[in-house]
């Protein structure tokens, strides 16, 4: 169970069951703070929220999750001055943000209140009003050709297309005082000159057309080896499929033999002690490289190579977005009966997305049989290749029920938790970025290897990519969907 139980007993003096929600809070505000790893505190939530200590999320990660954020909040995370012009952003953009999706309106948040009014703020602080200057518009616009990189403090150049879109919004913000002010009386104290000019938002149309084009290119470039990425995401799935294989066929503490390298399969000492809160079901397969004493998760490579299969084979037959994939439930293949033949044939729903539009896709057969093994995989919870004999567990199959929740990035809400088909046992996605669909790492082993191979029949951790985390799943993401719509739009 781990201490924080103790901690909370001890620091509350009360018995478990008077235990609330506010006090595992504070005792995991309390490590943080500290930088101190509390162990136990998503056990103790749980034993919590059996006996009824805690009232809705059956976990902790579900309990710290956070949908969307007051207008409010959103721009005072930008620590700005002036208080008038703080309230008259939070009610422009509480004006704007019922047309906007979530993920549109953070932008729209974060290029007022942060590259705009909070860069002139840091510069210009004796400016109480939007109504700026010459010069200190032109400083701005001068300003806006980089940007701060926080996390290095290293000054970036802007691109042209990036500079233009931060100056539309900025100019239809004032335009928009401007046409509400006649039939709203508050705005008319803010009526005042726009500082961006109309030619210089004027080729936006074309640095779209070049960005589109440009996009158009790198899909016809990197089409041909779509073929080999598909291949490797096949390969590497069977390889991982065998090398479990192998290791659950042999005993805790023997050695074993794949594809002409040696393994120890080990188990690890937090197993040995008693049932464990943290990895209820059974516990992962481990396994050490004799040669290089690596120690591996097989259990984990096996499910990262399924999933990034997965997500590489239903990309690639339907062309649909990363938001639409992470909505398919099991409900959403479904059967049609033709009239006339009384033919049935199967389709796949997508809900309503970024697009504003639902719609129903063919279902090919290749796309149906991996439809089948993804639900078949999510209603096991655990790794095709079977139980495990070679420990005694009478642990149970992890139930649907306790999967993770995937968010929608465009709404910032949470699915529902029950019938999701990309889904992990609890105790494993507990431990993944919220955002992150799983495979979505192997996707980015399967593109970095491609580019440098291994050595065949071994597990590898490959070093992270370089530039922001994920770089290559979200371009095999982008591409795929892309291509599939280009090739649409241009038979």
Not at 107 to 128: C, K, M, N, S, Y
Not at 202 to 227: E, F, T, V, W, Y
Not at 310 to 318: D, K, M, Q, V, Y
């Amino acid at each position: 169970m781990g201490e924080a139980p103790t901690k909370l007993l001890l620091h509350t003096g009360t018995c478990i069951d008077a235990v609330t929600a506010e006090d595992i809070f504070e005792l995991r505000s309390w490590g943080i703070a500290r930088q101190v790893h509390v162990p136990g505190l998503h056990g103790a939530w749980k034993v919590a929220a059996k006996i009824g200590a805690t009232s809705g999320e059956q976990t902790l990660r579900g309990a710290l999750r956070a949908g969307p954020r007051p207008t409010e909040e959103l721009v005072d995370r930008y620590g700005l001055e002036h208080r008038h012009i703080r309230d008259l952003l939070v009610g422009y953009l509480n004006e704007r943000r019922p047309a906007l999706d979530y993920s549109s309106f953070l932008t729209l948040v974060g290029v007022l209140a942060g590259a705009f009014w909070g860069d002139i703020e840091r510069h210009h602080p004796e400016q109480d009003s939007i109504h700026l200057p010459d010069d200190v518009v032109q400083a701005w616009k001068e300003r806006l050709a980089s940007w701060t990189d926080w996390s290095t403090g290293k000054s970036r150049p802007r691109s042209v297309s990036d500079q233009v879109g931060i100056k539309v919004k900025v100019r239809g913000f004032y335009l928009d005082i401007q046409k509400w002010a006649p039939e709203d009386p508050r705005w008319v104290a803010w009526v005042v000159p726009c500082p961006i000019r109309k030619s210089e938002v004027a080729g936006l149309a074309k640095l779209k057309r070049a960005s589109s084009a440009q996009m158009h290119q790198r899909i016809r470039d990197r089409l041909p080896r779509l073929g080999e990425l598909v291949d490797a995401a096949e390969s590497a799935r069977a390889e991982q499929q065998r090398l479990l294989a192998a290791a659950l066929a042999a005993s805790a503490g023997a050695c074993f033999e794949h594809d002409g390298r040696a393994y120890q399969r080990f188990v690890p000492e937090v197993h040995t002690i008693g049932p464990s809160v943290r990895k209820p079901g059974l516990p992962d397969v481990m396994a050490r490289d004799v040669e290089s004493g690596e120690r591996l998760n097989l259990s984990v490579s096996e499910e990262n190579a399924f999933w990034a299969w997965a997500i590489i084979e239903i990309l690639r037959h339907t062309g649909i977005r990363l938001e639409e994939l992470l909505e398919l439930t099991h409900l959403a293949l479904v059967s049609y009966q033709l009239t006339g033949t009384d033919e049935v044939v199967p389709l796949l729903q997508i809900v309503l997305s970024k697009t504003g539009a639902e719609r129903l896709l063919l279902v090919p057969p290749e796309l149906a049989s991996v439809l089948a093994q993804v639900i078949t995989k999510a209603q096991s919870g655990q790794s095709q290749a079977g139980s495990d004999p070679g420990l005694s567990s009478g642990a149970s199959p992890v139930s649907q029920s306790s999967s993770v929740r995937w968010s929608c990035g465009s709404k910032r809400r949470w699915a529902d938790k029950r019938g999701g088909l990309h889904q992990l046992p609890e105790d494993r996605a507990r431990h993944r970025p919220h955002h992150l669909l799983p495979g979505l790492g192997g996707v980015a082993v399967l593109v970095l290897q491609m580019e440098e191979p291994h050595r065949p029949g071994r597990a590898h951790r490959p070093p992270a990519p370089a530039g922001r985390p994920g770089c290559a799943d979200h371009l095999l993401v982008r591409e795929s969907r892309r291509h599939l719509r280009f090739a649409a739009d241009h038979p």
